[in-house]
């Protein structure tokens, strides 16, 4: 290849973002913002050579003779912490924002006896309220049993620690086993669980995962009675009333953003980066030409990033590199009402390991069995015409990347299936018509055991390089607003390094 070098002008600070996700959105907005206000000459330049937006796509459809939303990635995101509520706000979104519809909210959790509620109060791992789960039937009599003696459960070795976060790291399996009991686990904590961080609760650290309940067992010696955040109602599996999205789909943060970014004067350049290397106090970036910048933001998942530093960082891309991920489908389809057997009266549905299709064979086969079905007109208004239903089935999932890559036909048979089982659905030529597959092959970032470890060597490394910064989910947090904060951490930090040179 011939390279065409691209120098900076004098005088002006330039500062590349790699990837146009909602984090990179997110640093490229703090850039330009934090620049302007320092009255600095500056040029951001946003490399991505994909739709902006990362996982928020929307389609916009008309169905019926009513314009409907339709997400390919996450449907919404939690307005606590408020950094992308507040990126939304920035970039003029702020009033488009709506809550969940007030019900049915809460999930139901299937059982061999059909879908069952989760109980309400009950908060991915533990109840907050004994009430609601005693009364529950997704717990057996003696499991309830074992789940009462919870409070007098001694603390972990960890907890009775000095409090070091990444001392004795536990598996979210192993930590609801020995607080809680098996029952739990499996019946309520690992499928709702599932339904965030589509993983293995035996690898997954509950330090990096959910140093909460890590937190509470230090604090308290018991994780029962937590109380939810303040202004969330406890629903039942999730805090449905801290979800908000905007009323055109999540898709509109990345159209609001870019057109931001554009009334700034950012180049926006649909080219893929293939190396990021370090030239004295900048960086240089390679597309189809070499280019020199003052700082470097990679908003991209650590897998990717580690590619882009292999040749010049090689320890970093290492580290970077033993970050898992898992892949899953999301397949979008619409029927009549009558079309589904069982009651809808909750968003969504989650299925236990052990009751998926394919349990018995997890590694096997093509991994097309359901781990959660989302009712998404049951949600947020605008998702459905009337008289319809918009159903979002994921597939696939830890242990399971196989099915990323099998065959539209076969996705849409395993869809049929796992639908007519679940909920009874009657599947016709509308289904078939309206369906539409969204492929996210190692997209889901593991926490897994160890990860504490992990980010406290890729940061070490990334102290000793002054300029070059991450963002993503990767490290800290796999929801949208972690990853509008790490963007615009990662560009504070790159403005503080340009200061101090």
């Known amino acids: 290849?011939?390279?065409?070098?691209?120098?900076?002008?004098?005088?002006?600070?330039?500062?590349?973002?790699?990837?146009?996700?909602?984090?990179?959105?997110?640093?490229?907005?703090?850039?330009?913002?934090?620049?302007?206000?320092?009255?600095?000459?500056?040029?951001?330049?946003?490399?991505?050579?994909?739709?902006?937006?990362?996982?928020?796509?929307?389609?916009?459809?008309?169905?019926?003779?009513?314009?409907?939303?339709?997400?390919?990635?996450?449907?919404?995101?939690?307005?606590?912490?408020?950094?992308?509520?507040?990126?939304?706000?920035?970039?003029?979104?702020?009033?488009?924002?709506?809550?969940?519809?007030?019900s049915p909210r809460g999930a139901l959790v299937w059982t061999k006896r059909g879908p069952e509620r989760a109980p309400e109060g009950f908060t991915l791992l533990a109840p907050s309220r004994w009430g609601p789960t005693l009364r529950s039937r997704t717990l057996t009599f003696w499991q309830k049993a074992r789940l009462l003696t919870e409070p007098l459960r001694p603390r972990g070795p960890a907890a009775r620690g000095a409090g070091d976060k990444s001392a004795g790291d536990e598996s979210v399996a192993a930590f609801v086993r020995r607080r809680l009991g098996r029952g739990v686990l499996e019946r309520l904590a690992q499928p709702l669980a599932a339904g965030i961080y589509a993983g293995d609760p035996e690898r997954l650290?509950?330090?990096?995962?959910?140093?909460?309940?890590?937190?509470?067992?230090?604090?308290?010696?018991?994780?029962?009675?937590?109380?939810?955040?303040?202004?969330?109602?406890?629903?039942?599996?999730?805090?449905?009333?801290?979800?908000i999205t905007p009323r055109q789909g999540v898709g509109a943060v990345a159209t609001a953003a870019m057109r931001t970014l554009a009334d700034a004067g950012v180049a926006v350049r649909p080219e893929a980066v293939t190396v990021v290397r370090r030239d004295g106090a900048g960086w240089r970036v390679r597309t189809t030409a070499e280019e020199r910048f003052d700082a470097v933001v990679l908003a991209l998942p650590a897998r990717v990033a580690a590619g882009l530093l292999t040749d010049d960082q090689p320890?970093?891309?290492?580290?970077?590199?033993?970050?898992?991920?898992?892949?899953?489908?999301?397949?979008?389809?619409?029927?009549?009402?009558?079309?589904?057997?069982?009651?809808?009266?909750?968003?969504?549905?989650?299925?236990?390991?052990?009751?998926?299709?394919?349990?018995?064979?997890?590694?096997?086969?093509?991994?097309?069995?359901?781990?959660?079905?989302?009712?998404?007109?049951?949600?947020?208004?605008?998702?459905?015409?009337?008289?319809?239903?918009?159903?979002r089935t994921f597939l696939g999932g830890v242990n399971r990347d196989r099915s990323a890559a099998a065959e539209p036909e076969r996705i849409l048979e395993a869809t049929r299936r796992e639908l007519a089982r679940l909920l009874n659905v009657r599947w016709t030529d509308a289904a078939s018509n309206s369906a539409r597959i969204s492929r996210w092959d190692r997209a889901m970032p593991q926490y897994n055991l160890g990860h504490l470890d992990r980010v406290a060597a890729v940061e070490g490394r990334l102290a000793d390089l002054p300029g070059l910064e991450l963002a993503g989910n990767s490290l800290h947090g796999v929801g949208l607003p972690a990853a509008a904060g790490s963007g615009v951490d990662a560009a504070d930090r790159v403005l503080a390094a340009l200061a101090a040179r």
């Open 205 to 243: 650290s509950l330090a990096a995962c959910l140093p909460q309940f890590a937190e509470d067992e230090r604090a308290r010696g018991r994780v029962t009675g937590r109380k939810p955040n303040a202004g969330a109602k406890a629903d039942g599996g999730a805090r449905y009333s801290l979800f």
């Open 315 to 391: 320890d970093l891309a290492a580290d970077l590199g033993a970050i898992e991920y898992s892949s899953s489908l999301i397949v979008n389809t619409l029927h009549r009402e009558e079309e589904v057997g069982r009651p809808l009266d909750a968003f969504g549905l989650v299925v236990p390991e052990a009751l998926r299709s394919d349990a018995t064979a997890p590694g096997e086969g093509d991994g097309l069995s359901a781990f959660a079905v989302s009712f998404a007109s049951r949600k947020f208004p605008g998702r459905a015409p009337a008289g319809w239903v918009q159903l």
């Open 1 to 102: 290849m011939t390279e065409q070098a691209v120098e900076q002008q004098p005088g002006a600070v330039r500062v590349a973002v790699v990837g146009a996700g909602v984090s990179g959105l997110a640093a490229a907005v703090r850039l330009v913002d934090r620049l302007k206000d320092r009255g600095r000459a500056a040029e951001v330049t946003l490399f991505e050579p994909g739709p902006p937006g990362g996982a928020c796509r929307t389609l916009l459809e008309e169905h019926g003779g009513e314009r409907i939303v339709r997400e390919l990635g996450p449907d919404s995101f939690l307005s606590r912490p408020p950094h992308l509520t507040a990126f939304c706000e920035r970039i003029g979104l702020g009033e488009e924002l709506i809550g969940t519809n007030q």
